[in-house]
């Protein structure tokens, strides 16, 4: 097989001048923070985390002045400054703690608990490779409808979300899919839920995190509700909505079989026309390079009958994975890695 690891340099610039990667994929999946320092309830989180580790409060005194005083005001500024008042602090001082904790629980490039430094050792742990197996599959979702001019009946998004998991449940050992749904399931309920409930948007291209995981579980359970069907619990689905997700789901499956019927490979055939580039300053180089995670991803490439090179790219960076049209490559960037690294500590 010939899989091509090229260094950095030749990479990024080969990519630039063939393409233009600069331009933003419109499948790119934006990683961003969420914190809203007017939205009282994320400014009393943040507050809590400076009074007790900045300013050395007693918890009971934090929590017992937060939680009335947060129904009292309206905005996140106004909270801060009635807080900063309460214990005797600066209200400038306590500003720039604020700032200094804003990201304290948040799970994108520079947020938790260690406030400065990337976490990270180059490893790559369980959960983040099964999530990332799941966000790979989904950009192929998209390099597929690209390549092969698949009908879009519907939001694309949602149909890359259907084929990763139609992919999984019906080509991976029933075990290794379960791991990797749940992982993918718990990722986005955890980015959910960094969000009050009632800010989850009902707008943008993707569906709200919470109604990805849910349909995600729906899907699997649509295919083999035994194997599947503990994903329910992850999501709070009751025993109608699992008999309702059986029902609807079972033509998802008819639909991409049908679809996808023309398009693999012949079986124990691989395509040559799929590679895998890991750049050298990848933080996650030599994990990904001495380990089968990579290779496994890749074979799920090959396994598909394209007319032109596609590949999956593991680069340094900021951002999330993407497939971009015209350099017909999936990437995936170290923060994104990271991300679900840090999710998996949760
Ligand atoms: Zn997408
Ligand atoms: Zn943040």
Redesign the pocket.
């Known amino acids: 097989m010939d899989r091509v690891i090229f260094c950095a340099a030749i990479a990024i610039s080969f990519l630039f001048a063939a393409t233009g990667l600069t331009q933003k994929s419109k499948?790119s999946?934006a990683i961003a923070c969420r914190i809203d320092l007017n939205n009282v309830k994320h400014m009393s989180d943040i507050a809590s985390n400076a009074l007790m580790h900045e300013f050395h409060i007693d918890e009971p005194k934090v929590f017992g002045f937060l939680k009335t005083a947060r129904k009292n005001h309206d905005d996140g500024k106004s909270l801060a400054v009635a807080t900063a008042k309460e214990f005797g602090i600066a209200e400038a001082d306590f500003l720039a703690a604020i700032e200094a904790y804003k990201h304290v629980n948040c799970t994108h490039e520079g947020g938790g608990e260690s406030k400065s430094e990337p976490a990270g050792d180059g490893t790559i742990s369980p959960f983040a490779k099964d999530v990332l197996f799941h966000v790979v599959v989904?950009?192929l979702?998209?390099a597929l409808v690209r390549e092969f001019d698949l009908p879009v009946l519907g939001n694309?998004?949602t149909l890359?979300d259907t084929f990763a998991t139609h992919y999984i449940v019906s080509r991976m050992p029933k075990a290794r899919a379960s791991s990797i749904l749940k992982a993918r399931i718990s990722s986005l309920m955890i980015e959910a839920e960094e969000v009050p409930r009632n800010e989850w948007t009902v707008k943008g291209e993707?569906n709200s995190d919470a109604r990805r995981a849910y349909q995600i579980a729906a899907t699997a359970i649509a295919y083999d509700s035994e194997a599947f069907g503990s994903l329910a619990d992850l999501v709070e689905m009751t025993g109608s909505e699992f008999r309702g997700a059986r029902d609807y789901g079972s033509e998802l499956h008819r639909s991409w079989r049908r679809i996808l019927k023309p398009l693999w490979m012949n079986d124990g055939m691989k395509s040559k026309e799929a590679r895998l580039a890991i750049e050298d300053d990848s933080m996650f180089a030599s994990a990904l390079e001495s380990g089968d995670f990579a290779t496994e991803l890749e074979a799920v490439l090959r396994s598909f009958d394209w007319h032109s090179q596609v590949t999956l790219r593991f680069a340094s960076g900021d951002g999330g994975a993407g497939?971009n049209r015209s350099a017909r490559t999936i990437t995936v960037y170290d923060e994104y890695v990271r991300r679900f690294n840090a999710q998996g500590e949760k």
């Open positions: 499948s999946e989904h950009e979702g998209h694309e998004e890359a993707h497939w």
